[in-house]
């Protein structure tokens, strides 16, 4: 198979990368990662940290290659659902505060405050439990916490009432400082609802200064209470999916915020080249079951991924790209493998890349459009991304690195670097 000097091998070898393991990849493009930190940034203003989410492998992106491109960009803190998460960056080499979303177990409360992972109060019992270990345990270090307050999500936080309790105790424990106030919207797209948790939050604020307590940095606005406007940015925003140039979709922006989400750059594309290409008769069965049949002379070409990659096998993918042409996959998506007809393609050769998300020629396949075909949102299309799948790393054109189940391997001014699966 030749490789041109635009072919991903070709590319992967003049970097000094590894070759690709499997003829399927993930493209991830740092520079769009870092531009949309500094689009968010012009959006709510210097005087407004801009908290960046991370969790769940970074939206199927890689967590320690972004977490460091988003420091590397500006942002003021990272956002992780889990403690191992948040210990991997720390391994990588992120020294911006890391914020663990969710309670973690009182014992590793002190491995947590020694790696300076600042921790969430969601609820008074296990924050009284986690301050008891806190005091046998933690040694000369700082606990940083941030209080999440319940107005409606109903998923973890102390009820407004109880806000000013909570922050006494904190504030009187020792070596622990009140870092953050926050809530989370349950439907920022909703004009009322939004105005009620906000207005819940505002209560809760409102009960801690009467209580005489510190108030701590706010950050109640994700992407979407952000780009609706409905949500209040205060001294900080706590962004996911738009820092990964995603929307939810039909979201109903006012003019500024449309003009901003018109700029923002998805990072993600999924591309693969064919593991064959075969003519067939009309009348065959193609995949398990038998259930697509060519109705005329089809050339079928099997793609190397399948629903243990990205492709939902009850609810088929739909197209992919391939020399600037749409094709249907068809047939029933296998674990490994899912079929195209490319029968309408012409001079389709071995060496051609087809993508599945992203753009090719003047087409594009976009995590919306495929999560409206799916019923579902674009968080899942992203997350759904198998971590077996291989990460390619760039900034625009210029390869930066490989991520692989085996190894991440990093392009750097003093050359390439290698981490084993112990560091993953």
């Not at 991370?54 to 939206?59: E, I, S």
């Not at 296990?126 to 319940?150: F, N, Q, S």
């Not at 979709?249 to 449309?258: C, I, K, N």
Request: proline share 7%; aromatic share 4%; net charge negative.
């Amino acid at each position: 198979m030749k490789s041109g000097p635009t072919s991903i091998d070709y590319r992967l070898r003049a970097a000094g990368l590894p070759a690709l393991p499997r003829s399927v990849w993930l493209e991830i493009d740092e520079s769009a990662l870092t531009g949309n930190v500094d689009l968010i940034r012009e959006m709510v203003g210097p005087d407004v940290e801009v908290n960046a989410v991370v969790k769940a492998d970074a939206y199927g992106h890689g967590l320690k290659p972004v977490g460091l491109a988003f420091e590397a960009g500006g942002a003021d803190r990272l956002c992780v659902a889990s403690l191992d998460e948040a210990l991997a960056l720390r391994e990588a080499g992120v020294r911006i505060p890391v914020l663990v979303l969710f309670a973690i177990p009182p014992g590793e409360v002190a491995t947590a405050a020694a790696k300076d992972i600042e921790l969430v109060a969601a609820d008074l019992p296990g924050m009284v439990e986690t301050l008891d270990r806190w005091a046998a345990e933690g040694g000369d270090h700082e606990l940083v916490v941030h209080v999440e307050v319940e107005t409606g999500l109903t998923r973890g936080g102390v009820m407004p009432e109880d806000v000013p309790a909570l922050i006494g105790r904190l504030v009187g424990a020792p070596r622990v400082r009140v870092c953050g106030l926050w809530t989370h919207m349950a439907s920022a797209e909703d004009k009322n609802v939004t105005a009620d948790q906000v207005a819940s939050f505002d209560r809760a604020v409102a009960l801690l200064r009467n209580a005489g307590l510190p108030l701590p940095k706010r950050h109640v606005a994700a992407t979407g209470g952000l780009f609706t406007g409905l949500a209040p940015t205060h001294e900080g925003v706590r962004i996911g999916l738009g820092l990964y140039g995603l929307l939810p979709a039909d979201l109903q922006m006012p003019a500024r915020e449309r003009a901003f989400a018109e700029r923002l750059r998805p990072a993600m594309a999924l591309k693969c080249r064919a593991l064959r290409i075969e003519r067939f008769p009309p009348g065959v069965a193609v995949s398990y079951g038998g259930r697509w049949r060519s109705e005329r002379e089809s050339v079928i070409a099997t793609l190397p991924l399948g629903y243990a990659d990205a492709i939902p096998r009850p609810a088929p993918w739909g197209e992919a790209l391939v020399r600037g042409r749409r094709v249907p996959l068809v047939g029933t998506v296998a674990m490994d493998a899912v079929m195209a007809d490319v029968t309408d393609v012409p001079d389709l050769t071995f060496d051609n890349e087809f993508v599945l998300l992203g753009s090719q020629g003047g087409e594009t396949i976009s995590a919306g459009a495929l999560a409206q075909a799916r019923n579902t949102i674009p968080w899942e299309v992203a997350t759904g991304m198998s971590y077996r799948l291989p990460r390619v790393y760039h900034a625009d054109s210029v390869l930066m690195g490989l991520r692989t189940l085996n190894a991440e391997t990093r392009v750097s001014t003093t050359g390439v670097s290698t981490q084993g699966d112990r560091n993953r």
